[in-house]
T-cell receptor
Framework: DTEVTQTPKHLVMGMTNKKSLKCEQHMGHRAMYWYKQKAKKPPELMFV???????INESVPSRFSPECPNSSLLNLHLHALQPEDSALYLC????????????FGPGTRLTVT | QQQVKQSPQSLIVQKGGISIINCAYENTAFDYFPWYQQFPGKGPALLIA?????SEKKEGRFTISFNKSAKQFSLHIMDSQPGDSATYFCAASNLGEYGNKLVFGAGTILRVKS
């Protein structure tokens, strides 16, 4: 299995809702990443997990809360989002933090109404 | 210092032609330079990558040329096909305080006309 999977594919949520995005990989990778990508822009790093511990937080607002319950799973909990948070949320993984190749999932298209 | 500048913003190439996308960086600590290909509604896919100790790397129709002294690198797509129509991102990283943080260029939208 050489895939990073993400669910759901699409998500529409109101500003008062709480929802979660899920990312899974079964490649034995120990580094996992969350990126945010606005339309016609490059991905922007949000969080990095290494061996299930948060390694990097790129000053992301607290309405985004990451969680890494085990080495295969990465969640992003969303609460009280703003319309400007609408974007494609991408998960990526790499064998470890010192390995350069990052493999991206297909993303979750999030719309905040 | 963390920027990667990419050009052109968009590119139209005839089928069978050569597509060339250029990137420039400032931070000499960068030591890994990948190119990603992204189709609409999909995540970026790693296409090819190079380290600064090599001046060129070729994989099939895709070639990276790297000029360390000029701090520039480019992607050449030979015999471009309509299926190559996508957005291409260059990126750079190092393993300093940012771990394996990828710094992306702004992207190039490639359209190959059949």
């Amino acid at each position: 299995d050489t895939e990073v999977t993400q669910t759901p594919k699409h998500l529409v949520m109101g500003m008062t809702n709480k929802k979660s995005l899920k990312c899974e990989q079964h490649m034995g990778h120990r580094a996992m990443y969350w990126y945010k990508q606005k339309a016609k822009k490059p991905p922007e790093l949000m969080f990095v997990y290494s061996y299930e511990k948060l390694s990097i937080n790129e000053s992301v607002p607290s309405r985004f809360s990451p969680e890494c319950p085990n080495s295969s799973l990465l969640n992003l909990h969303l609460h009280a989002l703003q319309p400007e948070d609408s974007a494609l949320y991408l998960c990526a993984s790499s064998p470890a933090l010192g390995f350069r190749e990052q493999y991206f999932g297909p993303g979750t298209r999030l719309t905040v109404t | 210092q963390q920027q990667v500048k990419q050009s052109p913003q968009s590119l139209i190439v005839q089928k069978g032609g050569i597509s060339i996308i250029n990137c420039a960086y400032e931070n000499t600590a960068f030591d890994y330079f990948p190119w990603y290909q992204q189709f609409p509604g999909k995540g970026p896919a790693l296409l090819i990558a190079i380290r600064p100790d090599v001046s060129e790397k070729k994989e099939g129709r895709f070639t990276i040329s790297f000029n360390k002294s000029a701090k520039q690198f480019s992607l050449h797509i030979m015999d471009s096909q309509p299926g190559d129509s996508a957005t291409y991102f260059c990126a750079a990283s190092n393993l300093g305080e940012y771990g394996n943080k990828l710094v992306f260029g702004a992207g190039t939208i490639l359209r190959v006309k059949s």
